[in-house]
């Protein structure tokens, strides 16, 4: 269950980015409800007849996400063309669009993909969703594909069969330093508390003392 964890926390320290050079790049637009979604294609140097994939982010990613150029040289390798497309807001479709994605927003895949020029639909479409991608993709698996899409992957990582949508070692620092200023508050709240009390104790001993010499 941890290997997927694992293989993220490697690649992030021992990152090497594929070489795409020999697979001709070519920048796509396509229209989503009054946005534009940017995407990089690479093309196959020679016709291979397979399907292109088409690769989808997960949270705060892009094109650029390094799983996402692991993947795009693991399948062009392989004789695929390969979409990498950027969500709105994602990337430089940061430029383009007046909205954010969110992992509900499926219709906007949908739209894309109807929105693919016919020959690299030809082939059929393989879908790849990254972790909150993944969750985007099997939402519009669900809701019904276009007949071009052949294959789709999930690859958000499970835990025990449900599905990890987030980022776990940000996730982490992130419960750590809340952890962290909840005990310092806690401390500090309870340093008010014992201030407060000696302020009492001495404003008491104050009276006392001054009824005292009044008797």
Do not use: W
Not at 103 to 127: F, H, N, T
């Amino acid at each position: 269950c941890a290997l997927p964890i694992l293989q993220t926390i490697r690649n992030s320290l021992l990152f090497r980015p594929p070489d795409l050079g020999a697979y001709p790049a070519e920048r796509i637009q396509l229209a989503v409800r009054g946005d534009t979604l940017l995407g990089m294609l690479n093309r196959q140097p020679h016709s291979t007849n397979k399907p292109l994939v088409v690769l989808i982010h997960g949270l705060t990613g892009s094109e650029d996400s390094r799983n996402i150029l692991c993947s795009a040289g693991f399948y062009l390798h392989r004789g695929h063309p390969v979409l990498r497309l950027n969500l709105r807001g994602a990337g430089p479709s940061l430029a383009t669009a007046r909205s954010q994605y969110h992992s509900g927003r499926s219709e906007d895949v949908r739209e894309a993909i109807a929105g693919l020029p016919p020959p690299l639909k030809r082939d059929g479409i393989v879908l790849v969703g990254v972790s909150l991608g993944g969750n985007v993709v099997l939402k519009y698996l669900a809701e019904g594909a276009d007949p071009a899409v052949r294959a789709l992957a999930d690859t958000a990582p499970h835990v025990a069969g449900i599905p990890i949508l987030l980022n776990v070692p940000a996730f982490g620092i992130v419960a750590l330093v809340t952890a962290l200023l909840l005990l310092g508050a806690r401390e500090s709240a309870r340093a008010n508390a014992v201030m407060v009390a000696v302020k009492l104790d001495r404003k008491s001993t104050r009276l006392n003392s001054s009824h005292s010499q009044q008797s």
